[in-house]
């Protein structure tokens, strides 16, 4: 079976339809630049022209990087424009589709379902814990392989500042420290604090930087969890996307 998937991103809004047996794209992404302002309407056009691309009539699942009650209403915005909170999405995005059915969920619990279903996290029962580093952090939390949604952990405080203003990738680019300064102390830093909270046995590393493990993770030091790059890499969301589109 088949559903489309569409990744809401910082800097671009990515989609494909996705083979659900195969956990992978049927189709190779598309991709548009995220509309500065990124308002409710102008990335709903972007999102629009994904779909488009593809002349999709089926059932489409989206990322957005805020929190996502559900499948609909968005609760924050942070690195997008503070217009989307308290919209309601799916309704927006159905229209805007013109008609489609629309589930909204958030971008780092998509990844987080894709990994769990088809990539690192697979078979992983106990505490896990994905995050996603790009412009923010993203953060997927499992119990044997359920979600607790909207986790937010790129939100915990750490040295009096947001953590993920500290950690993120985009925090490392901003800032023109090497993979080696960002990963062992900010990163380190960072995972042993959340492992302080949650003591998880997996921490599944997803965000654009997965595709650079080898950069990062030999630098990061004394987290009792193991520490695994995301398999699916940059389509994670996508695919995650229409997982939940599909009821997973
Ligand atoms: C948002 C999260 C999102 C993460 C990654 C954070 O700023 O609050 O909801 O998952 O960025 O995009």
């Known amino acids: 079976m088949q559903i489309f998937g569409v990744d809401i991103g910082g800097s671009g809004i990515k989609g494909a339809p996705v083979d659900l047996d195969k956990g992978d794209l ?7 630049l995220t509309p500065h302002p990124a308002t409710p309407d102008s990335v709903a056009d972007g999102v629009k022209q994904v779909v488009d691309h593809f ?5 489409v699942g989206v990322t957005f990087p805020g929190v996502v009650t559900d499948g609909a209403a968005i609760r924050t915005a942070a690195n997008v424009d503070d217009s989307w909170i308290d919209t309601d999405a799916r309704a927006l995005l159905g229209e805007r589709l013109g008609g489609l059915p629309v589930t909204v969920v958030n971008d780092a619990d998509a990844a987080g379902v894709a990994e769990m279903h088809f990539g690192a996290g697979r078979d992983r029962r106990g505490t896990v814990i994905l995050l996603t580093f790009g412009t923010g952090i993203g953060s997927a939390v499992f119990s044997d392989g359920v979600l607790v949604p909207n986790t937010e952990l790129g939100h915990l405080e750490l040295d ?24 062992a102390h900010r990163v380190r830093q960072y995972l042993a604090h959340v492992e302080m909270l949650f003591s998880p046995e997996l921490f599944i590393i997803g965000g654009g930087v997965s595709r650079k493990s080898h950069k990062f993770l030999p630098h990061i030091e ?3 969890a193991e520490i695994v790059p995301a ?16 009821g997973h």
Do not use: Y
């Open 231 to 246: 398999q699916l890499q940059n389509n994670a969301g996508i695919v995650g996307a229409a997982m939940r589109a599909a």
């Open 55 to 59: 002349g999709w009539t089926g059932p």
């Open 26 to 32: 049927a189709q190779e992404r598309h991709k548009v």
């Open 160 to 183: 009096g500042h947001d953590a993920e203003k500290r950690a993120s990738s985009k925090a490392r680019e901003d800032h023109d420290m090497t993979w080696e300064h960002w990963a």
């Open 222 to 224: 004394g987290i009792k």
